[in-house]
């Protein structure tokens, strides 16, 4: 699955051309991308800006010599590539398993194009079999955890190896929901985008047209 998760970020690669700001997916998959981007930098000149959704990826994308700039220095970004955690039939996805959702959703919101690369593993009919992560502000967490537990999303803490909660790199907590089996993605995003103290969600609903998929055959592409 590793050397087919290569190909998929190389794939992905082969849409990037010189003069564009690319956003910089986190992730195992997105991470196969930004070496590939990388590689072709030092070996084929290529001239990009990349604009990264997490400090790892920053880190990964300033040892391969990718020149960065942050969000608020580019007036737009050309074209997004990142993972995803699970995929439904209508391009429908969620995000968040490696805790950088906000900063993918906002990159991702200032995307002129933006594509998924994934296992065909991560494909599913609806919505989820994966937790929807919810990002939120310290204060008055328990209260929001309280409060999801009482409509039944079954709400857990994420939580670190060494047993503290999750603290994302805008220095938020993560409240995973785990709903076996969500009917109306957009409606359940409209109701934590209503929620005070929720400052973002792991819903990425009709956000990408393109998605390439590593599976057990090689390389497909599906399109919305």
Not at 9 to 22: H, L
Not at 42 to 65: P, R
Not at 192 to 201: K, N, R, S, Y
């Amino acid at each position: 699955m590793e050397k087919l998760k290569k190909e998929v970020g190389k794939k992905a690669a082969e849409y990037v051309e010189s003069g564009m700001i690319v956003g910089l997916g986190t992730g195992s998959t997105a991470a196969f991308f930004v070496e590939e981007l990388g590689r072709r930098i030092k070996e084929e000149g290529l001239k990009v800006i990349g604009v990264t959704t997490s400090h790892a990826t920053s880190a990964q994308a300033k040892a391969l010599g990718i020149p960065l700039k942050s969000i608020d220095e580019v007036s737009h970004v050309d074209l997004t590539v990142d993972g995803a955690d699970e995929i439904d039939h209508q391009l429908n996805g969620i995000k968040g398993g490696g805790a950088a959702l906000l900063m993918e959703k906002i990159v991702a919101t200032y995307s002129k194009d933006y594509i998924w690369i994934v296992d065909e593993g991560k494909l599913s009919t609806h919505l989820g079999s994966f937790k929807v992560p919810v990002e939120v502000i310290p204060y008055g967490s328990e209260q929001l955890f309280r409060q999801f537990k009482e409509v039944g999303y079954a709400p857990t803490w994420r939580m670190s190896t060494s047993g503290e909660k999750v603290v994302t790199d805008m220095q938020h907590y993560i409240i995973d929901l785990h709903i076996d089996k969500i009917e109306d993605p957009a409606t359940l995003a409209h109701e934590l985008d209503c929620t005070v103290g929720v400052v973002e969600h792991g819903l990425f609903n009709n956000m990408v047209k393109k998605v390439i998929v590593a599976g057990t055959d090689g390389v497909r592409i599906i399109e919305k």
